[in-house]
């Protein structure tokens, strides 16, 4: 399978950190793209020329982070991440859509940052830092999230936070999350996929 990827996404991160947790990794090949420059091979996966997208061995692609994890749950014999029915599913892909969302707003808040900055800037600024802010408020008054989707996407939320908004502290604002995150960080899955760029 190919992945495309960007080692500064989040929504990569959580494809990757999926692949690792249920031993899929070496499966995986790693292509770079950058989605801003629309390269054709990533729109002949992708015409939305967004990453991840997964071109599987039979030459059909899968796009969207959650739709990819759920393709990996079916290859294979480790655990599921995502829970394949029931409330535990409806559940598991609440707190996903939860942590996505935080993936989301601090993405865009970061495009936001890298633009000249005005009036109408700074007020998008102060609203993806409220999502942001609000949405670590209800997983902090969550029980600790497993190590399926809601803790893959979670550690990978806390991640990208360190890795862009590092003069942002939130640990001790949310001290239940740092708690968890601290030994999440360490594992494997997410020791290596680190974001560079
Ligand atoms: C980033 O540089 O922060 C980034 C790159 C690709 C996708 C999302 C975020």
Redesign the pocket.
């Known amino acids: 399978m190919k992945l495309f990827h960007?080692p500064?996404?989040?929504?990569?991160r959580k494809v990757r950190v999926a692949a690792k947790l249920r031993g899929l990794d070496a499966r995986i090949e790693l292509v770079p793209a950058n989605?801003h420059l629309s390269p054709p091979e990533l729109l002949a996966a992708n015409p939305l020329s967004k990453?991840p997208a997964l071109v599987r061995d039979d030459g059909t692609a899968l796009i969207d982070s959650l739709v990819i994890c759920e393709y990996l749950d079916t290859l294979g014999d480790a655990p599921r991440l995502i829970p394949a029915a029931g409330a535990a599913r409806v559940t598991a892909l609440q707190i996903h859509a939860i942590a996505d969302g935080i993936l989301d707003a601090a993405?865009a808040r970061?495009?936001n940052s890298q633009l000249p900055q005005d009036e109408a800037r700074q007020k998008f600024d102060d609203r993806t830092k409220a999502v942001i802010a609000r949405s670590l408020g209800l997983l902090e008054a969550m029980p600790p999230a497993p190590m399926d989707i809601t803790g893959a996407t979670i550690g990978c939320a806390l991640g990208?936070l360190d890795?862009?908004f590092a003069h942002e502290p939130w640990r001790a604002t949310y001290p239940k999350l740092a708690a968890w995150f601290e030994g999440v960080n360490k594992l494997p899955a997410f020791t290596e996929t680190m974001?560079v760029?």
């Open positions: 960007s500064a996404s989040p929504f990569v989605p990453i993405v970061r495009g990208y890795f862009r974001p760029g």
